[in-house]
Nanobody, 115 residues
Framework: QVQLVESGGGLVQAGGSLRLSCAASGSTSSIIVMGWYRQAPGKQRELVATIISGGSTNYADSVKGRFTISRDVAKNTVYLQMNSLKPEDTAVYYC?????????WGQGTQVTVSS
């Protein structure tokens, strides 16, 4: 079992920045990839960014150049630095990982970007 706890969401004006954190606990030794997803009202959950244990990253086209995912392996924590935020970035952001073929999700943190 892996537990994921997100933090750092909030309300920000367009053009502003936020930093999300996701702390993993439990059976974390086999975790290879961690990622951030988001779900806006009335829309499907979508990939935002992922990072694997070797440091390689992947981003959705909509956030490339604005968002940065990073990981502190010692702290079992993954971060999402979000800059130049847009109203269309408004969503609940979820942390996700997989351990031994089982997917785990965090509870989500709300990000609201006002215009």
């Amino acid at each position: 079992q892996v537990q994921l706890v997100e933090s750092g969401g909030g309300l920000v004006q367009a053009g502003g920045s936020l930093r999300l954190s996701c702390a993993a606990s439990g059976s974390t030794s086999s975790i290879i990839v961690m990622g951030w997803y988001r779900q806006a009202p009335g829309k499907q959950r979508e990939l935002v960014a992922t990072i694997i244990s070797g440091g390689s990253t992947n981003y959705a086209d909509s956030v490339k150049g604005r968002f940065t995912i990073s990981r502190d392996v010692a702290k079992n924590t993954v971060y999402l630095q979000m800059n130049s935020l847009k109203p269309e970035d408004t969503a609940v952001y979820y942390c996700r990982t997989m351990n031994r073929g089982v997917v785990f999700w965090g509870q989500g943190t709300q990000v609201t970007v006002s215009s």
